[in-house]
């Protein structure tokens, strides 16, 4: 009788302690470690190197979290999800954020109850199509064969898209993107159509870059966003406002050689607040003044990272485009720090 | 000379004809395929056919191979040196990314320093099953084969060495109670007792003893998380556990599928059923999604483990309907025999039953086996990265390696038919030489 009241309080413990710390800012630190989730590999944004350390445009912003948080970029450990069980990952707590190309749309954000922690890639659907083809936009496409991804949105913009515009198509049913190329190289389809990003990271992988072009149109909006799970403000505002830091950063003109030199104190207030150096702005999400400095100072501000990791010195070579700041033309907009 | 036989007669042999070869249709490599490749219209086609499938194989296929290149580390600079040494539009392998990228194959993003733990535990993995493969293994080996799943958990995970010691004390324990109970209890409290001790000891206090011990002598190597296990690794450590706890679970559920209580027979026959009916991903998906909103929040029950248990239920499952084949297939006079001979149910079971009902079973269990082995490339829908498409998908994010394709199918595949190939051979070899003298 006493083992099993001694086993109830147990357990009842248990549950108390779960419940208790339901802050997920509380979890990290104890745990000191984040769980970011991230794909399985995918050129440019996450893949590990033959040392097995995670890189690209997704992991960076993973570790400028971490950075943010626990004062530490490494301490992060990446949990690779799929297409099927990313939404579970984050809901279930497996991972506390989750940056894994993800576009935000109303039914994710509201219906499976995330929030979305702002736009950290523009992309959108595009086609790639053999230069001796002799298209030059996607609305001659009239009748070709297509290869495309199976139950991906890709394959509804693609439904969407032919049927607007009158057009038919030949659809060729693919899993992988690895399949997807290896289809289009070897002529199953006339077309390969995926997201902008993807496509030019397939082009520039081919033996024969110059022989195939990406059509101008792009036919979707995909806005791709890190997220975290409803119910968690304060973590929310964390993912938010370091996205927020790295994109001001290099607004302001705070890199990752000049973020310690700046953080000695400059003649701008908005850039000393970024820092720490004026005001407190850490204090509120329950960090330190230090937290956006050590954030930008872990893979650089947002173009540092867009340029080591998908820019145009890389082979994958894309170019900023929408993805560039709000003064350059681009939709990056990062509200004040005040 | 006349009247003599010789004049009568016009010739008499008198030395054998020497022995003439046969004519050339009817011998060699011409009636081998006479007899065998051409011996009706049918046939005939057939062969033709046959040998156009293979020359066709061979002309797309010989090429890229004869052209691999093995000392690369890109895909494009696979290419430039094809079409440096083949002319321009050859093709050819790139086994560069095997090259490269192996380790990550075999032990997934296991620290590289920690490698011979790994090979250490895999050398040990055949010590451990030498003596239950082959009879001529001296039976003291049978010790280390005890010792060896624990001795295997130390190595892969690391960390303390107290908590294989203290699992490896619940199972005394559990002796310990069957001992002391048997004579007082009676056999089936001792056995309840027996396996409730253990169970006890490892859910309550194994955790925190092994935490005092450490405390005081702290002993270990460097703990090495789940998340670091990977490829071949991976595939091994839930292949073999899961293949060593079927077995004798599948032997549980069928006797109790045959059994005449009623609770014990519904149970078996639910789960096997429950299991049967239900896809291994969807049990794998329970295993990684749903168990994290059963358990209470902050619960670090390991993936690994999960998919483990996973696993092994599902292939315990089939094993038992295996295994109740074999049962079915033994003559009723062999169950009689038994009882004739005043044996009870387990002496019945282990001396007479089980033995021929298994020799029945081989060629089934191990094709479950051989199942098993290769389900455990379905783990890359959890998140786990197994050899064929998790640790290959991994290594094409990079983009030196984008646009390779066959390649890190055809290796991991070929290592995957070597093992699966042993496994079958060693089921062949085992059915002849239980054959002998029986029957």
């Known amino acids: ?338 | 000379m006349s009247g003599l036989h010789a004049d009568s007669t016009r010739f008499v042999r008198d030395t054998m004809l020497a022995e003439q070869e046969p004519p050339l249709t009817e011998r060699g490599a011409v009636k081998w395929a006479r007899e065998n490749l051409f011996s009706g219209p049918l046939n005939t086609f057939l062969t033709v056919v046959g040998v156009f499938a293979l020359y066709l194989i061979l002309k797309g296929l010989g090429p890229w191979l004869l052209h691999s290149v093995w000392f690369a580390n890109s895909a494009a600079e696979c290419r430039e040196t094809v079409a440096a040494d083949f002319g321009p539009g050859a093709t050819g392998a790139c086994w560069g990314v095997v090259r490269e990228r192996w380790a990550q194959y075999f032990y997934g993003f296991y620290p590289s320093e920690a490698y011979w733990r790994v090979n250490l535990a895999f050398v040990l993995l055949f010590v451990a099953l030498a003596p239950i493969l082959f009879a001529g293994v001296p039976r003291k080996v049978l010790w280390f084969t005890a010792f060896y799943p624990v001795t295997a958990l130390f190595l892969l995970w690391g960390g303390s060495i107290w908590v294989p010691v203290v699992i490896m004390a619940g199972i005394a324990f559990g002796w310990v109670a069957f001992r002391l109970l048997g004579p007082f209890a009676g056999a089936l409290i001792a056995a309840i007792a027996a396996g409730l001790v253990p169970v006890l000891w490892w859910l309550i206090l194994a955790a925190p003893v092994a935490h005092l011990i450490e405390g005081w002598i702290p002993l270990g190597i460097e703990a090495i998380p789940s998340a670091k296990f990977g490829g071949f690794l991976l595939s091994f450590t839930i292949g073999v556990t899961g293949i060593a706890f079927s077995l004798p679970l599948g032997i549980v559920l069928a006797l109790g599928r045959q059994s005449d209580m009623p609770l014990v027979k519904m149970l078996s026959v639910g789960f096997i059923e429950f299991i049967r009916g239900v896809p291994l991903i969807t049990l794998l998906f329970t295993a990684s999604l749903l168990l994290n909103y059963f358990l209470p929040p902050g619960t670090n029950f390991d993936i690994i483990l999960r998919v483990i248990i996973m696993v092994t239920l599902f292939s315990a499952a089939y094993i038992a309907e295996v295994i109740r084949g074999g049962l079915a297939a033994l003559p009723r006079g062999q169950y009689e025999a038994a009882d004739a001979l005043g044996l009870d149910y387990w002496k019945a079971q282990q001396l007479i039953i089980m033995p021929q009902a298994l020799k029945i079973s081989i060629p089934g269990i191990v094709s479950s086996f051989i199942g098993l082995f290769k389900d455990t490339t379905l783990v890359i829908f959890v998140g786990l990265l197994d050899p064929l498409k998790g640790i290959t998908d991994a290594i094409r994010g990079s983009f030196e390696w984008k646009g390779v394709y066959w390649e890190p199918f055809i290796f991991p595949g070929l290592i995957f038919f070597l093992i699966c190939f042993g496994m079958s051979r060693y089921s062949m070899y085992l059915e002849n030489k239980l054959k002998r003298g029986q029957r």
């Open chain 1, 1 to 338: 009788m006493n083992k099993q009241l001694f086993f109830g309080a147990l357990a009842a413990a248990g549950m108390l302690a779960g419940f208790a710390s339901a802050g997920t800012l509380d979890d990290v630190k104890a745990r000191g470690e984040l769980n970011c989730g991230v794909t399985t590999g995918l050129v440019g944004f996450a893949a590990p190197d033959a040392n097995g350390q995670w890189t690209g445009f997704d992991v960076s912003f993973c570790r400028a979290v971490a950075a943010a948080v626990l004062g530490d970029p490494t301490k992060v450990k990446f949990v690779p999800t799929t297409g099927q069980t990313r939404f579970t990952a984050l809901a279930s707590g497996e991972v506390d954020l989750l940056a894994r190309n993800t576009t935000w749309t109303f039914s994710r954000d509201v219906d499976l109850k995330f929030t979305f922690l702002g736009v950290n890639y523009y992309d959108g659907q595009g086609f790639l199509v053999h230069k001796d083809l002799g298209v030059t936009s996607a609305k001659e496409l009239d009748g070709a064969t297509i290869c495309i991804q199976t139950g991906t949105t890709t394959e509804l913009n693609l439904a969407e898209y032919f049927k607007v515009n009158n057009m038919s198509y030949k659809p060729v049913a693919i899993e992988t993107n690895a399949e997807g190329e290896q289809q289009y190289s070897a002529g199953a389809c006339d077309a390969y159509t995926t997201d902008a990003s993807g496509l030019a990271a397939t082009r520039a992988a081919f033996a024969d870059p110059e022989n195939h072009i990406i059509l101008p149109e792009i036919i979707s909006k995909e806005p791709l966003a890190p997220l975290v799970r409803h119910g968690d403000d304060q973590w929310a505002d964390i993912g938010r406002w370091t996205l927020n830091a790295l994109i001001a950063a290099e607004e302001f003109g705070i890199t990752s050689a000049n973020a310690d030199e700046l953080a000695k104190g400059t003649e701008n207030p908005e850039i000393n607040r970024i820092l720490g150096t004026e005001g407190d702005l850490g204090a509120m999400f329950g960090l330190d003044p230090q937290w956006a400095l050590r954030a930008i100072k872990a893979g650089g501000n947002y173009g540092e990272i867009f340029a080591a990791n998908i820019g145009e010195s890389t082979p994958i070579g894309l170019a900023r485009g929408l993805n560039a700041q709000w003064t350059q033309g681009g939709l990056l907009y990062s509200p004040p720090f005040r």
